[in-house]
């Protein structure tokens, strides 16, 4: 079972390419959070692998994902190989270790971390933007990796796919519990007057922030910045104060 979350279809896409290659079906995290339920239980077969696929977030695990993993029981679940595969723009902190620490938490262990280099999409603080169409271009033909990923999972190998990065220990555990205490919620969202009211940005929004207003988006306060809709957007109509301006967008091309 492969349990996933995405905002630009980088995670989406990974999680796609692993369920053909395990042969595991893929489960929205998004979704199963939409439920409300107190706690979400999810039945194992004896053989299954469990994954959890989702991006990296200021070198920490997308909040829902560890939402998530905090009402996740699973039936049947008796030393399973359960995995963990984050998609980062160039490293990952100890963000395997967080991950390791909530499933901990449920009575379940984290055999394995791997991670994989995808497009940067994170553009709402200066001094961060998308890759060049170049390095786009680049990290997107050599995400193929991937199937070193699966390999290493179907033949149960001992092998490092994990890009943990300089000084991760101030990034995990010092800049990524502020991300999570004070960017998630409150946001700088808005809409301009290029806005089409084609609605997208609602239908792509994983965690139902977003709501049409006389067909306009508006968001509430349950943002966990995944910037799907401003990636998302057609005619370019969202932004993120001023910052977002003049920086680029970017959303996985194979991910509708």
Same mark, same amino acid.
């Given at each position: 079972?492969?349990?996933?979350?995405?905002?630009?279809?980088?995670?989406? #896409?990974?999680?796609?390419?692993?369920?053909?290659?395990?042969?595991?079906?893929?489960?929205?995290?998004?979704?199963?959070?939409?439920?409300?339920?107190?706690?979400?239980?999810?039945?194992?077969?004896?053989?299954e692998k469990v994954l959890f696929v989702y991006p990296v977030h200021s070198w920490g695990p997308a909040v829902p994902v560890t939402r998530f993993i905090s009402k996740l029981k699973l039936t049947g679940y008796?030393?399973?190989?359960?995995?963990?595969? !984050?998609?980062?723009?160039?490293?990952?902190?100890?963000?395997?270790? =967080?991950?390791?620490?909530?499933?901990? /938490?449920?009575?379940?262990?984290?055999?394995?971390?791997?991670?994989?280099?995808?497009?940067?999409?994170?553009?709402?603080?200066? &001094?961060?933007?998308?890759?060049? /169409?170049?390095?786009?271009?680049?990290?997107?033909?050599?995400?193929?990796?991937?199937?070193?990923?699966?390999?290493?999972? =179907?033949?149960?190998?001992?092998?490092?796919?994990?890009?943990? &990065?300089?000084?991760?220990?101030?990034?995990?555990? #010092?800049?990524?519990?502020?991300?999570?205490?004070?960017?998630?919620? /409150?946001? !700088?969202? =808005?809409?301009?007057?290029?806005?089409? !009211?084609? &609605?997208?940005c609602e239908k792509v929004c994983p965690t139902g922030t977003i709501t049409l207003s006389e067909g306009k988006p508006v968001w509430s306060d349950t943002c966990v910045q995944c910037v799907a809709s401003i990636?998302?957007?057609?005619?370019?109509?969202?932004?993120?104060?001023?910052?977002?301006?003049?920086? &680029?967008?970017?959303?996985?091309?194979?991910? /509708?």
């Amino acid at each position: 079972m492969i349990f996933y979350f995405s905002g630009t279809g980088n995670s989406r #896409w990974v999680a796609n390419a692993l369920s053909i290659a395990l042969g595991e079906p893929v489960v929205s995290i998004a979704e199963e959070l939409k439920t409300n339920k107190k706690e979400i239980v999810c039945p194992l077969r004896e053989d299954e692998k469990v994954l959890f696929v989702y991006p990296v977030h200021s070198w920490g695990p997308a909040v829902p994902v560890t939402r998530f993993i905090s009402k996740l029981k699973l039936t049947g679940y008796d030393k399973q190989p359960v995995y963990s595969v !984050s998609t980062c723009g160039d490293e990952c902190g100890y963000t395997a270790d =967080r991950v390791q620490k909530a499933l901990s /938490k449920r009575g379940i262990t984290l055999m394995a971390g791997y991670s994989v280099i995808m497009p940067n999409n994170y553009i709402l603080l200066p &001094g961060f933007d998308v890759d060049s /169409k170049e390095v786009e271009r680049q990290k997107l033909e050599d995400a193929p990796a991937v199937a070193a990923i699966a390999a290493a999972i =179907r033949e149960s190998k001992n092998v490092n796919l994990y890009n943990k &990065g300089s000084l991760p220990g101030l990034k995990s555990y #010092w800049i990524y519990p502020l991300f999570a205490n004070f960017a998630i919620g /409150k946001n !700088s969202f =808005r809409v301009t007057d290029a806005c089409i !009211s084609c &609605g997208l940005c609602e239908k792509v929004c994983p965690t139902g922030t977003i709501t049409l207003s006389e067909g306009k988006p508006v968001w509430s306060d349950t943002c966990v910045q995944c910037v799907a809709s401003i990636h998302r957007c057609p005619v370019r109509a969202i932004e993120y104060g001023k910052i977002t301006l003049k920086k &680029g967008r970017y959303h996985h091309p194979d991910v /509708k």
